[in-house]
Structure formats: C-alpha cells, structure tokens
C-alpha cells in the first residue's frame, strides 16, 4: 500500500488542471476557465512503488450549475516515453522532486491496475491516508475469468466518456483478447451498471450542496 504524503506540491493539482481541463473533448465548460475544487477520489497501488496513481473527482462551479469530472492521474519521478501528449504538466513535490502528471489513460501502469480493479484483483486505496483502503468504492460483477495483462491500450475521448481499447493476454488463454474499458468522464449521480457493462466500479464524491452521492465511474464493455 502506497505512503500520502502530507506536503506541498507547487503548481497544485487544480492549478494545472484549471488551464489542462478546458482543452479536453469532453468538457462541458463555456469556454471560459473553470473554477475547480476537489471532491473525492480514490488510488490504486503500483505494485512496483514507483508510479502514484489516482482517480481525482473535481468540481467546477464556474457555471450555472455544478459538473463533476473524473481525472486519473498518473505521478511518475521521470518522463513517461512517448507520451509527451499526454502531459497534464510538471509539479515540484516537497517530498519527492519534480513529478511528471499524467492523464492517467494513457499510462500503462494506471490501465492494468484498473483492469486488475475490475476484476476484484487490486484493492482501492483511500485518497488522502496512508495505507487504508477505501470501501466505499464497490466493483460489481465481473463476467470476464482469468488475469487480464495487457499488451498495449489505444485511447478515444468520446462524448462524456473516455474508451481504452486495450489489447491483453489472459492467463491460461493462448489466444489474443480485446478489452474495452469505459471511463466516466462527466461524472452522474447515481448511475447504476448498465447492461452491457462486464463489470463496473462505483464510489461516492462531494455534490456542491454538501451532501455525498454515488455513480459509475468505469466499466469493462466489451471483451473479445
């Protein structure tokens, strides 16, 4: 289980997002910068220890009314190899040094932890505390068996959702497999599973009026 560390990171987390959020396809701002807060979340382990992962919950009430978007994020000690586009920008951690942020989708170690999730194989981790798990986030069914490793992974940014096509080897399978994965972007509360997904995750965030609300936040669709 990974360490929070308790420090400063300078830009902040919601400084690069303010000018990185509003040049993604599924923002639904209008067109001016948003004025973003945190509220909610969750991590997954890297079990090598080397790269932060998280699924960071932000709200922009820079609008008539609040929205609520997903970012993973990934945290690494040095640059990611080609994947310069996916950059969300640089941060200087009191602790650790210069860290590369990244939109989580693209990174390798983010997307097989979030398969790992999906199949019940990684245990969610609290966003802010230091080895806890969180129990809030709940995996529901999941109709694919055997231990997903994946090859290689494309990323399409569609509507409000983000699709990784993931192409994986399955353990005591000899034969090639596709898996899609969806992940909510513009978060909903309360969202169930919906038919076709395989297996999806859902957990809880900080609404504008206070309150805590749930939804879907990704889900296998399709496994081939």
Same mark, same amino acid.
Not at 102 to 117: F, I, K, S, T
Not at 181 to 194: N, Q, Y
Not at 210 to 215: A, E, H, M, P
């Given at each position: 289980m990974a360490e929070v560390h308790r420090t400063t990171m300078t830009p902040t987390k919601l400084e690069l997002l303010t000018a990185w959020l509003p040049?993604?396809?599924?923002?639904?701002?209008?067109?001016?910068?948003?004025?973003?807060?945190?509220?909610?979340?969750?991590?997954?382990?890297?079990?090598?220890?080397?790269?932060?992962?998280?699924?960071?919950v932000v709200a922009d009430t820079s609008g008539d009314q609040a929205a609520y978007y997903q970012v993973p994020l990934t945290y690494r000690g040095a640059a990611l190899p080609g994947a310069e586009a996916a950059l969300v920008g640089h941060s200087e951690h009191g602790v650790l040094g210069t860290r590369w942020i990244?939109?989580?989708?693209?990174?390798?170690? #983010? =997307?097989?932890? /979030?398969? %790992?999730?999906?199949?019940?194989a990684a245990e969610p981790q609290a966003q802010s505390q230091s080895f806890t798990p969180d129990p809030s986030v709940v995996v529901t069914g999941s109709?694919?068996?055997?231990?997903?490793?994946?090859?290689?992974?494309?990323?399409?940014?569609?509507?409000?959702?983000?699709?990784?096509?993931?192409?994986?080897s399955v353990a005591g399978d000899p034969a090639g497999h596709t898996v899609t994965?969806? #992940? =909510?972007?513009? /978060?909903? %509360?309360?969202?169930?599973?919906?038919a076709q997904d395989l297996g999806s995750v859902h957990t809880g965030w900080l609404a504008a009026d206070?309150?805590?609300?749930?939804?879907r936040f990704a889900a296998i669709r399709e496994f081939v």
């Open positions: 040049n993604q396809p599924w923002y639904a701002g209008n067109g001016g910068a948003p004025d973003l807060s945190r509220s909610g979340g969750f991590r997954l382990d890297d079990p090598d220890g080397e790269v932060g992962i998280e699924f960071l990244y939109n989580g989708v693209h990174d390798p170690v #983010l =997307v097989a932890q /979030l398969l %790992a999730l999906l199949q019940g109709a694919v068996s055997g231990q997903i490793v994946p090859v290689s992974s494309a990323v399409e940014d569609a509507g409000t959702a983000t699709s990784v096509v993931v192409q994986a994965i969806e #992940l =909510v972007r513009s /978060l909903r %509360a309360g969202e169930d599973a919906k206070g309150t805590t609300v749930r939804g």
